[in-house]
């Protein structure tokens, strides 16, 4: 079944969604040997199972995990086809002191993806968070724009070759400022004008003429008001990228998720289509999955967060425009949730594929069902 989950092809998408539910549960289609934790028969990768679909599948990963960590280096060369910096591409990790960029970290990420055949994935040329302090002044000035577009200059001209993709600019909505719109309150130059995006995607297209430029946000998929707003700020903001003639090729939906949040199918779909129908291709960039509310045993945190996936998932791949899924770390052991969102019981939290010991849970099995379930994508990569 090919058909996109928009309102008027809402029912086919449904019936095959209510069976991918009904073969979860009774963990048929020989990817699940009986229970959740296992060998899938076939032994395919996430990158496997996505590349039959014409579709992406990779995960971010920081440098002191990479080092640290042989297992994971394995788990990541068997799951990923693409990996992206953590946090050691951000202005702030970069360039605390103005004029002199270490990339050294960021480097070692783009060496080990190198080696193993890894595309890589750059984040973020241009976000109102992580940045240095020189800049937090310099920004507001005179200079701003200048300092601003530079930065996008300097970073996307340094990786020039070695990174796919950019997220030229991450979360430039914030309906809460107040602002027309919805647009953030930073730069404060560009009151609220979304003018300086275009700009930045201007710099990164003449800075590698090559990559594919992404802009990136959060908080769409849940049916709050306050989603409602994002939902409708981003994508107000994305029909003036392109109608303005900025050189951006997709929408990011990082897609930071917690179990038992209110999810409507249909809006999430329309949404998507939405965001399609201005010519954008989408990646879901930063999945994981919070698991706070859930305060029974492990199997039923795990099992929650698989379902949780599952639902969001399925409706995401219906949609012919989304060609790639990254999830925010591959193992719970490297969640950033960990230290942004502790579980008051202090155990980890349970947002990612694999577990602290590398092993599949449920939510790998979940997307693995999601993947091979995926409709086919005429054109096999977005990066030929
Ligand atoms: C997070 C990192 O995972 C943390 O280590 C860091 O302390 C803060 O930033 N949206 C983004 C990412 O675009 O850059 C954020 O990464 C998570 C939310």
């Known amino acids: 079944m090919t058909a996109s989950c928009s309102s008027d092809s809402g029912t086919g998408c449904l019936t095959r969604r209510s069976l991918l539910s009904g073969a979860a549960a009774l963990g048929v289609a020989g990817l699940m040997p009986g229970h959740s934790h296992g060998t899938p028969t076939d032994g395919l990768g996430l990158k496997d199972r996505a590349a039959r679909r014409g579709l992406v599948f990779g995960a971010a990963v920081n440098a002191h995990d990479l080092r640290r960590s042989a297992a994971l280096r394995a788990a990541l060369q068997r799951d990923c086809a693409i990996i992206t910096p953590e946090n050691e591409m951000k202005w702030g990790y970069v360039e605390k002191r103005r004029g002199y960029p270490d990339y050294r970290d960021a480097q070692a ?10 595309k890589l994935r750059g984040h973020a040329a241009m976000w109102y968070s992580n940045i240095p302090n020189w800049v937090k002044e310099a920004i507001s000035g005179e200079q701003g724009h200048d300092i601003m577009l530079r930065r996008v200059e300097a970073v996307v001209s340094h990786f020039r070759g070695r990174v796919v993709e950019w997220d030229v600019v991450n979360e430039a909505i914030e309906p809460r400022d107040g602002l027309a719109d919805g647009m953030r309150r930073w730069p404060e130059f560009a009151k609220g004008d979304p003018a300086y995006i275009v ?3 201007h710099a990164a297209r003449a800075a590698d003429p090559d990559a594919v430029l ?7 998929e849940y049916n709050w008001p306050v989603f409602e707003q994002r939902r409708k700020s981003v994508l107000i ?14 929408f990011g939906i990082q897609c930071h998720c917690k179990i038992g949040n209110d999810f409507d199918e249909r809006v999430y779909a329309d ?7 201005l010519g954008l291709k989408l990646s879901l960039t930063e999945l994981d ?16 967060v698989a379902d949780h996936a599952r639902m969001i998932l399925s409706v995401a791949f ?8 990254m999830t925010w770390g591959l193992s719970d052991m490297t969640s950033w949730l960990n230290a942004q969102m502790p579980r008051p019981d202090g155990t980890l939290q349970r947002a990612l594929p694999l577990d602290e010991a590398m092993k599949r849970k449920p939510l790998w099995y979940a997307i693995a069902e999601c993947l091979d379930a995926a409709p086919e994508r005429p054109d096999a990569s977005p990066h030929p």
């Open 109 to 118: 990420i783009a060496n080990f993806a190198a080696k193993q055949g890894l």
């Open 199 to 201: 700009d930045c995607f």
């Open 214 to 220: 992404v802009y990136n946000d959060w908080g769409f």
């Open 237 to 250: 903001l994305l029909e003036k990228l392109v109608s303005a003639g900025a050189p951006i090729d997709q």
């Open 271 to 277: 949404f998507l289509a939405e965001a399609a129908a």
């Open 289 to 304: 999955i919070s698991d706070i509310p859930e305060t029974g045993p492990i199997e039923t945190r795990d099992q929650r």
């Open 318 to 325: 219906d949609q012919p425009a989304v060609v790639k899924l």
